[in-house]
Structures are given as structure tokens and as C-alpha cells.
């Protein structure tokens, strides 16, 4: 068993309330009695056998949307991907000093050659783009709100669905697991208990 990290699109925006109790009650139907929240924007850490389950996505996304009555798109990647994504400089060094904003945003579906080019157009002085087999990483200068990209254009542009995390957001869930991050060493580990 590996630990992984569902992450919700949308989650506690607007009316889209969910309670964290809620939403471990539901992985807890589901097989994962283990499964612990991380922060209240809908990042969900259970054990899962490694690899990538066919239709284990969907399958979480459905029992969510039941219990909680709206749809919940779901990304799930592995503790040691993301402490891996994290750990590789995509973006210069210095850029990432200066910047207000640096996003990864989890993709459905692997990115395409064409849309390479779409990255590139994105690049405009302020903001950069990189994509990444299934992830979008975004370094700005701009505050994520007063930026002229945002989730949606990204979604729109890409034709797929996309939920965004914040780098620092991705460390601090890293740093939250009891064990150093490593294939070997992680392998089995339980999260620690999250509140909220």
C-alpha cells in the first residue's frame, strides 16, 4: 500500500460546502478507514496499492457527488509523485524567488504536443506556464486573483477539467506525513491525524 491524495476541484467555493468530517466519513465507506484531510479545500489522504487504478478517479468522484448532492471532479496522485513534482525546479530559481504566485494545477488527461504551444501564448511578462505530462505548473508575479489566467482559462483552453494547489500548499501537506518522503521509506506509512 502507498499513500495518495485525492484532490477536489472546487471544493468549500461559494455553495460547494463540504465538511472535512463529512468527506473522510465517505472515503471511510469506501474502503479507506484511514483516510485523513488536509486543510478544508479538499485534499484527502488514503492508501491505495501503487499504480493507477483504472476508473478509481471516477469511482471517488461518483460516491462524492451522491453523498454531497454536486459534482466533484477528482486527481489523484501518489504522496511520493507530488513530493517529487515538487522537489523539481521547473521554473528558474530566481523566478521562483520573485514570484506572488506558484501553482500546479492536476490534470485528467496527459497533456497533448499541440498543446505546447498554448503554454508558450500564456507566457506574457507577468505569468509563466509549463506543461508536464498531467500537471500545469504556473509561476506569476501577479497575485492568482488579479493575474489574467485562472483555472478557468486554463480548462477552457485545454479542453479538459484541472483543480489548482498552490506549491506551498503541496510542501506543507509533504511535511504533515510522519516519515521522511522516499519510494521505500513511504511505502505503508499512515497519515498522521488532520483536524479540519
Avoid: Y
Avoid at 488536509?38 to 461518483?62: D, K, Q, T, Y
Avoid at 485545454?158 to 510522519?178: D, E, Y
Amino acid at each position: 500500500m502507498t499513500l495518495q491524495v485525492a484532490f477536489l476541484r472546487a471544493v468549500n467555493v461559494g455553495r460547494r460546502a463540504v465538511r472535512m468530517d463529512a468527506l473522510r466519513e465517505v472515503f471511510a465507506d469506501m474502503g479507506w478507514p484511514q483516510a485523513q484531510t488536509f486543510i478544508a479545500s479538499g485534499n484527502v489522504i488514503f492508501e491505495h496499492p501503487p499504480g493507477s487504478s483504472p476508473g478509481l478517479e471516477e469511482r471517488i468522484a461518483v460516491r462524492l457527488a451522491t453523498a454531497f448532492g454536486f459534482e466533484i471532479d477528482t486527481f489523484v496522485r501518489s504522496v511520493d509523485d507530488i513530493a517529487a513534482l515538487v522537489a523539481t525546479a521547473v521554473f528558474e530559481p530566481v523566478l521562483v524567488e520573485r514570484c506572488t504566485t506558484h501553482v500546479v494545477g492536476f490534470l485528467k488527461a496527459p497533456v497533448r504536443p499541440s498543446d505546447q504551444r498554448l503554454a508558450h501564448a500564456w507566457d506574457n511578462g507577468v505569468d509563466r506556464v509549463v506543461l508536464r505530462e498531467r500537471e500545469l505548473h504556473w509561476l506569476s508575479s501577479a497575485r492568482q486573483s488579479d493575474s489574467a489566467l485562472s483555472g478557468a482559462v486554463f480548462e477552457r483552453t485545454l479542453g479538459q477539467r484541472l483543480t489548482l494547489r498552490g506549491v506551498p500548499t503541496l510542501r506543507r501537506l509533504i511535511a504533515s506525513l510522519p516519515a521522511p518522503v522516499g519510494p521505500a521509506k513511504r511505502s505503508g506509512s499512515a497519515p498522521r491525524q488532520r483536524s479540519g
